[in-house]
């Protein structure tokens, strides 16, 4: 099969490829370290020494209007029928470059820290014991909608200082708006994006106002308070960072549930190596990361001239796609990458991503997935899965529509 021939098959709008790409993506890796997208004309890149590198290289950047208008690298103006999503990003952590980034990610840094986060654990906990307790009562459940969907939003929502009452506000947002981060959206999912993004934000705003008038202990009114060298965040600020933890932290910590625990009942000996403790769930939450990774793709774009990898020279205003899942399973890194082993506990993944723009919900998002794994397997020594999912139609957020299990 010619190069061509391969690169054609890599089709996110294919059902088939969506169900299982990672036939494709080894063989593309194998055959090349980097390709052109004629669909999109990224240069994509497939094998992780070269991901790896391109994340932490601060030639390139997530955004480029810091030092280029659009006509100046020439991009068109964005899309002012989408004013409101693109104002709720504005300020997001993964949207930034220095000193915006810097600056922002300090003071969120203040109160997102690993002492607040272990902190949370006992709430944590115990929002997966109520709902634990109604799957194990179900018997067969699924566990996406019965359990990892409502435990997501609501560590989030409480760790934020949104009432639980509601959570699926949020959830229903955060679920509109990242399917604007996909290869291809039509018109219907932009609009549809925009206008949760225009609620997100409306809700927010009033949120904040809240807590300037009766301040709590939680994450937006620490947001609202936090303070460095005379330095604060604006109200913009606060929108866009609470919303990238809520799209970021709910989706990855979901769709990595969702991903593993399939990854599991298709290798019931790993389970069984967990069930016996023969494996600490925290190792296991790893493995879940790299195998089938919730993030499949991430850009960034050429700022500086000179730029090379994968022996392609990049012009700037040119678009770098890093191909996760193909990098997870590149065996330059990974010894038997498709193989599933639940023990290898490696966390030098790029599950989180890397560089700058490594998650900073990481810590909460392990611990999350961590007293998950360990619940389930405590309670289900025997869970099954009823049939195989299906996945979600989409591409760079990786994600099954269900997975139901019999206890």
């Known amino acids: 099969m010619s190069l061509d021939d391969l690169i054609a098959r890599f089709d996110p709008a294919d059902p088939a490829f969506i169900a299982d790409p990672y036939p494709v993506l080894n063989e ?216 990238v933890l809520l799209e970021a932290g709910h989706e990855a910590t979901v769709n990595t549930l969702g991903n593993g625990m399939r990854a599991l009942m298709l290798h019931p000996g790993e389970w069984q190596r967990v069930v016996r403790g023969e494996v600490e769930p925290r190792a296991t939450v790893e493995e879940m990361l790299r195998w089938d990774s919730p993030l499949q793709l991430f850009e960034r774009w050429v700022l500086e001239p000179g730029f090379e990898v994968a022996g392609e020279q990049l012009a700037v205003g040119e678009e770098v796609a890093m191909l996760f899942g193909a990098a997870e399973r590149d065996p330059r890194r990974f010894d038997q990458p498709d193989r599933f082993d639940a023990g290898r506990g490696d966390t030098a993944h790029i599950g989180f991503g890397g560089g700058i723009h490594f998650c900073v919900g990481a810590p909460l998002a392990r611990q999350e997935i961590e007293v998950s794994l360990a619940g389930l397997a405590a309670r289900f020594p025997d869970l099954t899965m009823v049939a195989e999912p299906e996945y979600q139609p989409n591409f760079v957020i990786r994600g099954l529509e269900g997975l139901t299990l019999q206890a």
């Open 28 to 243: 593309l890796r194998e055959a090349t370290p980097g390709f052109r997208n004629p669909v999109t004309g990224q240069f994509t890149l497939t094998r992780f020494s070269d991901v790896q590198e391109t994340l932490r290289d601060r030639r390139l950047g997530r955004a480029y209007t810091h030092r280029y208008t659009h006509e100046e690298f020439g991009k068109p103006e964005p899309d002012a029928r989408w004013s409101s999503f693109h104002q709720h990003e504005a300020w997001s952590l993964l949207c930034l470059e220095p000193p915006d980034h810097t600056r922002i990610r300090r003071l969120v840094a203040k109160v997102f820290t690993p002492r607040a986060v272990a902190a949370l654990r006992p709430q944590i906990e115990g929002f997966s014991v109520e709902l634990l307790d109604q799957c194990q009562e179900r018997g067969t459940f699924e566990l996406l909608r019965d359990y990892a969907m409502p435990y997501s939003v609501a560590v989030i929502c409480s760790m934020l200082g949104v009432p639980r009452r509601d959570t699926q506000l949020l959830l229903d947002w955060s679920h509109a708006i990242v399917k604007m981060y996909e290869l291809s959206t039509t018109d219907e999912v932009r609009a549809a994006a925009n206008t949760a993004a225009a609620e997100y934000i409306a809700y927010t705003k009033e949120l904040i106002a809240e807590k300037r008038r009766t301040p709590d202990d939680l994450l937006v009114s620490a947001l609202v308070a936090v303070e460095d060298e005379g330095d604060t965040l604006t109200e913009d600020e606060i929108v866009s960072t609470t919303m």
